[in-house]
């Protein structure tokens, strides 16, 4: 596991030209390091709406990305499974754990995971998890229905 935040709640963090120039040779000769010393599977954490990132990631040999933080701009899961889901597992992005995890009911929450796990899990590439930590205030219902869905939907065959 490596990672940086690369983005925030309303995209990059900085200017991805920036990033391609000072950050990503570095990242790229971290990640091809790894992989010649290991047979090691790389995650990597950046929270936000990192989408235009992850053709960088892919392209420095990241197999993993977590979270997805889905509901912000670009992370829409079927816009994500469509362009990068042959080439990098998603780990994450069950469920929207700002907006719809502690405010939703227990059934929307239910129909919430089964949408996501419908879009990402065909074809494989998907590991299930909400989008990030539970935090403070959720409803233990709520808890109980994310969990229920993913057991209920969860498994490959």
């Not at 925030?8 to 040779?25: E, M, N, S, T």
Request: hydrophobic content about 40%.
């Amino acid at each position: 596991m490596i990672g940086d935040d690369l983005a925030g709640q309303r995209g990059p963090l900085f200017d991805p030209a920036f990033y391609r120039r000072v950050i990503k040779p570095r990242q790229k000769a971290l990640v091809q390091h790894i992989k010649r010393q290991t047979t090691a599977k790389i995650w990597y954490h950046t929270c936000g709406a990192c989408s235009v990132y992850i053709p960088e990631l892919i392209d420095n040999g990241v197999d993993i990305v977590n979270p997805v933080q889905i509901g912000l701009e670009g992370m829409e899961p079927a816009s994500l499974k469509a362009q990068f889901g042959s080439r990098i597992c998603f780990w994450g992005g069950g469920i929207d754990a700002q907006h719809v995890l502690p405010f939703a009911s227990p059934a929307e929450v239910r129909e919430h995971v089964r949408a996501n796990m419908a879009v990402f899990k065909p074809g494989g590439g998907y590991v299930f998890n909400n989008v990030h930590n539970i935090q403070h205030g959720v409803p233990p219902e709520n808890i109980v229905a994310l969990f229920d869905a993913a057991y209920e939907l969860g498994f490959y065959e």
